[in-house]
């Protein structure tokens, strides 16, 4: 055997070892999350939103912030203290690396038509949707009702100091644009994502 042959094997034997090493260790660490974010990170609870495909970087803020209790939370904030900043970037790796499966879910047809309207001209920029990869946020594509509309009233009501100055301005400037009712049809666009 030649020595790159030797080398290659070598390379290989590692990285076969390695994965093996951290499989067990990913899968203790995500194993708390199933309750409720199900076995891929496509939740269970209509109060539990999806975190599979979620960007690494929103992933690990979102869990500091939580930790940090600066953004409000219910059962997140004790969940997230018992990780290290290393797990909760191996978590991120590993969720960001899962296919969200949209929530199938009861929405209204007529408010989802206009959703999808203000989504295209508001939202899109950032939370893109249709045929197009993620940009600079999560996709909410089939996030369920009760979630995102108590993320929004957390976000209007700015009881959520950590929210993103870009989205901050996005729902001012939705706001001044429309009335607070039109974010409901937003809601039923995104949840009208996981089909009938
Ligand atoms: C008991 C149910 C429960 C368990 C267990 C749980 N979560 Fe959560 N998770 C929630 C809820 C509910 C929220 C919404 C925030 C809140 O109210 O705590 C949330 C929010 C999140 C978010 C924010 C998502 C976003 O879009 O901003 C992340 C990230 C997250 N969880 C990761 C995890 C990880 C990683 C684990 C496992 C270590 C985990 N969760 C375990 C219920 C749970
Ligand atoms: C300029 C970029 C931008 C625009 C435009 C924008 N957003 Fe966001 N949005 C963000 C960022 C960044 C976040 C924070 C990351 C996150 O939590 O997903 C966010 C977060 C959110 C979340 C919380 C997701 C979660 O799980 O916590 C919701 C819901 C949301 N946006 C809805 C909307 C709606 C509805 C519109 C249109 C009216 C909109 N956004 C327009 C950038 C934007």
Redesign the pocket.
Known sequence: MSYKHYIILTIGLLLNLSAHASNPQIHMLVDTCIACHGINGSSVGSAT?NIANMREK?FIK?MQDMQSGERPSTVMGVIAKGYTTNEIKLMAQYFSQQQAIPHRQDFDTEKAKKGRD??NL??N???KIEGQTQL???N?AG?QIPY?RH??TEFINDADPT??P??K???KH?IANNSQES?DD?IHYYASLGGK
Request: net charge positive.
């Open positions: 939103p929103l979102a203000l989504h508001y939202c920029g950032c939370h600079l946020s999560n909410l996030q995102l993320r929004l929210i993103s870009l989205m301005n996005a729902l939705f974010l937003l």
